[in-house]
């Protein structure tokens, strides 16, 4: 694995030397480095607590998992194209799921905030919003069930 000579990584790619494996490595450590370098301004100017923290470490692992899951998926199957499949059925994966989650997560962001928080609709709406535990456990699910359909379907086209 290449951090530098980008050259050699090159040439190794243009001979066929890159394994699936190795393509899997490179595309695990950049999503873990695009998650860190972007982490911190998804929390500028909003209040950080200890949830925040909790959320980014679940995010990276259950990210770390879900690649690996998909990758193994992958392998067990024909063992071709992971980086071109997980690339490509993302897109349409990630459209389902959006437009499927929208509705649910309005409902269940707004139940967090007049149920659970007790919050009304006379009362003032907070300047700053500070995450909660019922967001750091929403959110987990969503992305696990991200890579568990991504996964189902990686899994359909590397069998066929």
């Known amino acids: 694995m290449y951090f530098w000579k980008v050259d050699d990584l090159l040439n190794d790619l243009k001979s066929d030397k890159v ?10 450590l950049f999503f873990v480095f695009a998650v860190l370098s972007t982490d911190p301004v998804l ?14 470490i679940i995010f990276i692992l259950i990210t770390i998992l879900g690649l690996y899951y998909c990758y193994k998926i992958n392998a067990s199957g024909d063992d071709k194209d992971f980086i071109k499949r997980i690339l490509c059925i993302s897109l349409p994966v990630m ?3 959006f ?3 929208t509705p649910i997560s ?4 707004l139940s967090i905030y007049y149920v659970i928080q007790g919050n009304t609709m006379s009362g ?13 456990v929403y959110m987990g699910l969503l992305e696990s069930v991200y ?8 899994s359909t086209i590397s069998r066929t």
């Open 99 to 101: 437009v499927i989650f």
């Open 147 to 154: 890579f568990i359909y991504l996964a189902n379907k990686i």
């Open 124 to 136: 003032p709406i907070p300047e700053v919003h500070e995450q909660n535990i019922y967001e750091v």
């Open 43 to 56: 929390y500028a100017n909003t209040s950080y607590n200890i949830y925040n923290s909790i959320s980014s």
């Open 106 to 109: 309005l409902l269940v962001g």
């Open 19 to 28: 394994t699936q494996k190795e393509e899997f490595k490179y595309l695990l």
């Open 95 to 97: 459209v389902r799921l």
